[in-house]
């Protein structure tokens, strides 16, 4: 065997080569996805207390960079469609109360880690009420969706996630159920540009 290898010398160290780079693609694929994963946004949108319309809507930045949460939008379907508009500013909260002007709105940064309560589903409602949805009854909102638009220093677009909440008419009460079983991330680039025009037309 020694003399086949002598004698093919050349053909043994090109394969040493390629199984050497073979091994180190394979090293780099492993260190390149672990820094995506590392500076991809993972946005959280869940459900706290209750599960009415008194229940409060947390926003929880789950990836290891920190965000900037840009825009709240809150989108309410009805048996005439769909109607959209910003919940970000807490205008349920008069401004003489404000002790600081970050209590204002919920724009501003989210550390990794952190969560903002963004208010009731009352709440959000009044402030699309406030914004543009005056002639909205609660009687006839069947669905309703948060979806949170945030900025990081890891991608020049704009990161987002959103969830839908079906609202269930009892005879007494409202109840939220959620669609989906956590908050979906907006990964596609003709989705995110799809946010980002309709952040352009809220301007």
Not at 31 to 36: D, E, F, N, P, Q
Not at 125 to 146: K, M, P, Q, Y
Request: hydrophobic content about 40%.
């Amino acid at each position: 065997m020694w003399d086949w290898v002598s004698e093919n010398s050349g053909i043994v160290q090109a394969g040493m080569a390629t199984v050497t780079a073979m091994v180190w693609m394979v090293y780099l694929h492993i260190i390149v996805s672990g820094l995506r994963r590392q500076r991809r946004t993972e946005i959280l949108v869940h459900l706290g207390g209750a599960r009415d319309l008194s229940a409060r809507i947390l926003v929880s930045n789950l990836g290891f960079e920190p965000i900037y949460v840009l825009e709240i939008m809150l989108s309410v379907r009805t048996a005439q469609g769909e109607r959209i508009s910003s919940v970000a500013d807490r205008t349920e909260i008069a401004r003489e109360q404000h002790r600081t002007p970050r209590e204002a709105t919920l724009q501003g940064p989210l550390k990794s880690g952190d969560s903002v309560d963004i208010g009731s589903v009352t709440d959000l409602l009044d402030r699309a009420r406030n914004n543009s949805f005056d002639n909205i009854d609660i009687e006839d909102v069947t669905e309703v969706e948060v979806t949170v638009a945030a900025l990081t220093s890891a991608d020049s677009r704009v990161a987002a996630a959103t969830r839908r909440f079906l609202l269930k008419h009892n005879d007494e009460t409202i109840c939220l159920l959620p669609r989906n079983l956590y908050a979906k991330q907006i990964r596609s680039r003709w989705r995110r540009r799809q946010i980002e025009q309709r952040l352009r037309q809220m301007l």
